[in-house]
């Protein structure tokens, strides 16, 4: 990038040299392949100047993207859900009356926001969440002893 700009300063001073010798020439067709020499350089120098223009609009957006993601990101803290999960949380006082919920760290880590969806609960107390962006799925929490079933075929507190 700053090569293009020495390159399109070195062309500008070309063309105000090119424009200085116009001064001592006297012969018509020599002073109008100057003027089209000249022309060149200055075309030249625009075309560099709006790439460079260009590049710096670019750059621009990048760093508003890179903003408003830091400020998003800020909404959230990794949470521990036990058993090895782990979660971004929406922070309470970040919520702008949203509903708590958690994010898929998978895509959070690609500056994505995507709401895991409950899909149910294991037989181990689990909540099993599914992210409707990566499909990845998680089991949060502690898996818990499954408890036996009694002749009536309820679950029961003791043996």
């Not at 424009?19 to 075309?47: C, F, H, P, S, Y």
């Not at 970040?94 to 959070?108: K, N």
């Amino acid at each position: 990038m700053v090569g293009d700009a020495i390159a399109g300063l070195g062309a500008i001073k070309t063309a105000f040299d090119l424009a200085r010798g116009l001064m001592d020439i006297n012969d018509a067709a020599n002073r109008n392949a100057a003027v089209i020499d000249l022309q060149e350089k200055i075309l030249t120098a625009q075309q560099a100047q709006a790439a460079l223009v260009e590049r710096i609009n670019d750059l621009e957006k990048e760093v508003a993207s890179f903003e408003a993601w830091d400020a998003e990101k800020k909404r959230y803290k990794l949470t521990d859900y036990g058993g090895g999960t782990f979660a971004y949380e929406l922070r309470p006082e970040a919520a702008e009356g949203e509903p708590a919920h958690r994010v898929c760290p998978a895509c959070f880590q690609k500056r994505h926001i995507s709401v895991l969806q409950f899909a149910y609960r294991t037989s181990g107390g689990q909540d099993h969440c599914n992210c409707p962006a990566c499909k990845t799925e998680y089991d949060f929490g502690h898996r818990q002893a499954s408890q036996p079933i009694n002749r009536t075929g309820r679950r029961s507190d003791y043996f």
